[in-house]
């Protein structure tokens, strides 16, 4: 079954760039209609949305992060990066990704473990 | 921006019984774009149900969703001791998907 994996860098200092990588096993998002999505939540907040591409590198992102944020497919197309850059602490977050379903019925699934960025110096 | 509103914040049950939460949106959400979520302490979100009423894979049918429109509800009919933990509605409108600040059942 498909299985996505978040890495990546647990602390960054404020002013730089997060960078994340996702990588999928047990199947594969290439060559399909489904994208990588990548969501987060701060601590004790909601779910916030940042992002989605596809493995042809289509991306949609949420309106409110996309000056900041971007999106990429590996060479293997079984890998997705995101990249914020400038972070705050407000970026302090787990991010995860999951198989973003963009047919008929958009959903989620299934969802990575999530990693913990902590921004701070 | 569609903005998702869950109620109530916390809700208390006991095993056995019928929980019911609520998603209500600040305008009309296609009914093939809400979903909802379970999260558990320190895990990812699980899909619990899409399209409105659409069990996800393996998730048991004592949980059901419904609604349309700017209301939607999702009620854990039966609840078993897994079952307590936070729960997110989602939904897409206008190129942004957002979520509910979700709905913690806690065991009374």
């Known amino acids: 079954q498909l299985q996505l994996q978040e890495s990546g860098p647990g602390l960054v200092n404020p002013s730089e760039t997060l960078t994340l990588t996702c990588s999928v096993s047990g199947g594969s998002i290439n060559g399909t209609t489904d994208y990588w999505g990548w969501i987060r939540q701060p601590p004790g907040k909601e779910l916030e949305w940042i992002g989605s591409i596809n493995y042809d590198g289509a991306t949609y992102y949420n309106p409110s992060l996309k000056s900041r944020v971007i999106l990429s497919v590996g060479s293997s197309k079984d890998q997705s990066s995101l990249k914020v850059t400038s972070v705050t602490a407000a970026d302090t977050a787990v991010y995860y990704c999951?198989?973003?379903?963009?047919?008929?019925?958009?959903?989620?699934?299934?969802w990575g473990q999530g990693t913990l960025v902590t921004v701070s110096s | 921006e569609i903005v998702l509103t869950q109620s109530p914040g916390t809700l208390s049950l006991s095993p056995g019984e019928t929980a019911t939460l609520s998603c209500r949106a600040n305008?009309?959400?296609?009914?093939?774009?809400l979903a909802w979520y379970q999260q558990k302490p320190g895990q990812a979100p699980r899909l619990l149900i899409y399209g409105t009423s659409m069990r996800a894979t393996g998730i048991p049918d004592r949980f059901s969703g419904s609604g349309s429109g700017t209301d939607f509800t999702l009620t854990v009919s039966r609840l078993e001791p897994e079952d307590f933990a936070v729960y997110h509605c989602q939904q897409y409108g206008y190129s942004t998907h957002t979520f509910g600040q979700g709905t913690k059942l806690e065991i009374k």
């Open positions: 999951a198989r973003h379903i963009f047919s008929v019925r958009y959903r989620f699934d299934p």
């Open positions: 305008q009309n959400v296609r009914r093939d774009y």
